[in-house]
């Protein structure tokens, strides 16, 4: 019986960390969505509009070279948002709706790719870059077409806006 208690005190010791590290992220925490507006020159909200209409807008994963639609590698997904995106009014201060888009978060590419199609002949290119800890997927960067969007130093929000 005195083995049993010295061998949990010796498990209990090894188990208990004093590190203080905020990197360190007990449990885990999926981070892997963006809301965007889309916006003309004017600052008018235009999504849902005759040219961009919401039955028109798809997202697609570039993953090993190939496209897949969203819930590519999991029935349970697609359940909630089976376009890998919803439109709703997201915020107080922005006139119109926005979109929330779940972006591609495949562990497979440094940094995956989504593409926005908004239409037939319109579509843009979210790359990201994520920060991966034990179970923990957060968004640390993201580009649009190229262009630094997320991620800037400073910066607080967690949308973007297009302007077409």
Known sequence: MKNIYI?????????????????IID??????????????SAGENILGTDKYPENS??????????EFGYGYNST??????????FIEKLSEQETGK?????LNADSSEDYPI????WNETETDILKAKY????GSVLLE?????????????????RYITIVK
């Not at 969505?33 to 889309?38: G, K, R």
């Open 98 to 102: 926005g979109m929330r888009i779940f």
């Open 57 to 66: 807008i798809s997202i697609k994963y570039l993953i090993g070279g190939k």
């Open 27 to 40: 449990g885990v925490v999926i981070n892997e969505n963006v809301d965007v507006y889309l916006k003309n």
């Open 7 to 23: 061998l949990f005190l010796v498990i209990l010791c090894i188990s208990c960390n004093d590190n203080d590290d905020p990197e």
């Open 131 to 134: 920060k991966r800890m034990g």
């Open 76 to 85: 349970g997904a697609i359940l909630d948002n089976p376009k890998g995106f």
């Open 114 to 117: 989504t593409y926005l199609r």
């Open 141 to 157: 960067k993201l580009w649009l077409n190229d262009v630094l969007v997320l991620g800037v130093e400073g910066q607080t929000t």
